[in-house]
T-cell receptor, first 120, second 112 residues
């Protein structure tokens, strides 16, 4: 079974509108972290936003917010006021288990990504 | 926040040759990771490195791969005898104390 599922291979959005990119996850751990990364055509992986499993409020970073629904195991990324520069691949990722100094946990499991295209 | 730099940005090699990919963290962190991304596919974890030792590795990280921190700053991934299927983007990442991983710009490896 996929640990991270992104069901939208491609999405289009009109400039200045909001868009939601879907992500569902599968874990039996109580402690985990959820991440979104942006990958423009140049190839680098840019960290956008993080949500911890114990965080009660949805994470926000500027125009990015994470709609975290724990019972549904979903962590959708919302981009408000889309810009042309938002056109890119977007990856949802999960870190299972707790992270502690001296521990070995921390590696990320990625979804297959969603290609977002912003239309002028 | 400038995170890590990686060299080279692009490496072309012949099948069977050894390659060394380098990662230079800007600041001193203990936790490092290597990931790879085959063209058009998702990012896959290879290995994590903590306190100058391998702490976890995936099934992809077989005997042809090795990691080192030879001089306390550079962090290298060595692929001993490259295969065509090793062609991918290789990312180094570091983890901050807050759990977030920041990726380097990647090295695109092409095996001919």
């Amino acid at each position: 079974a996929q640990k991270i599922t992104q069901t939208q291979p491609g999405m289009f959005v009109q400039e200045k509108e909001a868009v939601t990119l879907d992500c569902t996850y599968d874990t039996s751990d109580q402690s985990y972290g959820l991440f979104w990364y942006k990958q423009p055509s140049s190839g680098e992986m840019i960290f956008l936003i993080y949500q911890g499993s114990y965080d009660e409020q949805n994470a926000t970073e500027g125009r990015y917010s994470l709609n975290f629904q724990k019972a549904r195991k979903s962590a959708n990324l919302v981009i408000s006021a889309s810009q042309l520069g938002d056109s890119a691949m977007y990856f949802c990722a999960m870190r299972e288990g707790s992270v502690s100094y001296g521990g070995s946990q921390g590696n990320l499991i990625f979804g297959k990504g969603t290609k977002l295209s912003v239309k002028p | 926040e400038p995170e890590v730099t990686q060299t080279p940005s692009h490496q072309v090699t012949q099948m069977g040759q050894e390659v060394i990919l380098r990662c230079v963290p800007i600041s001193n962190h203990l936790y490092f990771y290597w990931y790879r991304q085959i063209l058009g596919q998702k990012v896959e974890f290879l290995v994590s490195f903590y306190n100058n030792e391998i702490s976890e590795k995936s099934e992809i990280f077989d005997d042809q791969f090795s990691v080192e921190r030879p001089d306390g700053s550079n962090f290298t991934l060595k692929i001993r005898s490259t295969k065509l299927e090793d062609s991918a983007m290789y990312f180094c990442a570091k983890r901050t104390g807050t759990d977030t991983q920041y990726f380097g710009p990647g090295t695109r490896l092409t095996v001919l």
